[in-house]
């Protein structure tokens, strides 16, 4: 199985303010990274898919990077409709995909 | 309009078995994976498995192989997550999702909530 590591666990951010998430794979997921934001009492969104293709709707201030093992999501300048919470999510290896355990972006 | 529909919130006691549903909308059912999400209480998003209603052809994470049965009815654009003998730890929300034709997930069902009480 494939583990996803995200990091860090918690993100204190100001609005306004850039946060950067990152996510590691245990061994090579090529570009089969998703990113999805969680609200509370709410169902997960897609935002990023391919490691950096932004789903339909979805904001040009939400960013992703990176191949391989190492993966970043980059929300540019916060809005207070993104606190909440973001996983990774690596779907390379079929059908056992795989989640991070997850980012909490709070307000600083 | 895509939509999957899930079945309402359900409270059980340990050793009782269930039966939760999820039913797509607005699409080819059949054409498309149907994925479970288990999320526990406070905690994160887990793989459960997926199934592809077409030909009923069905995976499962490591993790939940022989704990849990996951099927399809394409006459009614149904798919199912069942137990046979609950216990408290299967208390979560559980989500069905659509595998997208070219993301991994497009479209996620509302939830539904499993509380296993004695």
């Known amino acids: 199985e494939i583990v996803m590591t995200q990091s860090p666990a918690t993100l204190s951010v100001s609005p306004g303010e850039r946060a950067t998430l990152s996510c590691r794979a245990s061994?090579?997921?090529?570009?089969?990274l998703a990113w999805y934001q969680q609200k509370p009492g709410q169902a997960p969104r897609l935002l990023i898919y391919?490691?950096?293709t932004r789903a339909t709707g979805i904001p040009a201030r939400f960013s992703g990077s990176g191949s391989g093992t190492e993966f970043t999501l980059t929300i540019s300048s916060l809005q207070s409709e993104d606190f909440a919470v973001y996983y990774c999510q690596q779907y390379n290896n079929w059908p056992l995909w795989t989640f991070g355990q997850g980012t909490k972006v709070e307000i600083k | 309009e895509v939509q999957l529909v899930q079945s309402g919130a359900e409270v059980k006691k340990p050793g009782e078995s269930l039966k939760i549903s999820c039913k797509g909308s607005?699409?080819?059912?059949?054409?498309?994976?149907i994925g479970w999400v288990r999320q526990m209480p406070g905690k994160g998003l887990e793989w459960m498995g997926i199934i592809y209603p077409g030909d009923s052809d069905t995976r499962y994470s490591p993790s939940f192989q022989g704990q849990v049965t996951i099927s399809a009815d394409k006459s009614i654009s149904t798919a199912y997550l069942q137990w046979s003998s609950l216990k408290a730890s299967d208390t979560a929300m559980y989500y069905c999702?659509?595998?997208?034709?070219?993301?991994?997930?497009?479209?996620w069902g509302q939830g539904t909530l499993v509380t296993v009480s004695s």
């Open positions: 061994q090579s997921v090529s570009s089969n």
């Open positions: 999702a659509r595998r997208g034709p070219v993301t991994p997930i497009d479209y």
């Open positions: 607005g699409y080819s059912f059949t054409s498309y994976w």
């Open positions: 391919g490691a950096s």
